[in-house]
């Protein structure tokens, strides 16, 4: 009979628990039968784990570079300027129909207040140019002078 106990663990491995195997095999005093099943078990788990280790691991180094890569792209290095990278400095906003001024109401409610470029719009990063119109404030250009 604990032979036929061994034989039906190898049997039926797929449909087996190891915990429910170990707690019959201890309550019935027959653990050295159901040793090679419990091995396997160990050895099929470890072999998961390790995988999903690894798996884990190269996502994380893909995630790195991809990140080390976005920063590049956008000029965030971590160099002695700490990002500018030379590039020009964004301190004021445009002139024209956009912005704060000098003489310019920032509270004002005019239709159509502008955020910093020509003729409205939220202004674009990057040099992308405003295909849609004008963003906020194509109505008017932004705030008026008094």
Do not use: H
């Not at 009979?1 to 915990?19: G, M, N, Q, S």
């Not at 419990?38 to 280790?53: F, G, M, N, P, S």
């Not at 956008?74 to 906003?93: E, K, R, V």
């Amino acid at each position: 009979a604990k032979e036929c106990f061994a034989a039906c663990l190898f049997t039926c491995y797929e449909f087996v628990k190891a915990d429910v195997v170990m707690e019959l095999a201890w309550r019935n005093n027959i653990l050295d039968y159901a040793m090679p099943y419990l091995i396997q078990v160990t050895r099929a788990y470890t072999a998961k784990v390790d995988a999903l280790e690894a798996e884990s691991e190269k996502k994380k180094e893909e995630a790195k570079k991809e990140q080390e890569a976005a920063e590049q792209q956008a000029g965030m290095g971590m160099g002695s300027d700490m990002g500018m990278q030379g590039g020009p400095l964004m301190l004021t906003m445009g002139g024209g129909g956009g912005g704060y001024g000098y003489g310019q109401d920032p509270y004002a409610t005019q239709m159509g207040g502008g955020m910093g470029t020509m003729g409205g719009g939220m202004g674009t990063m990057g040099g992308m140019p405003n295909t849609m119109g004008g963003g906020m404030g194509s109505m008017g250009g932004g705030y008026g002078l008094y």
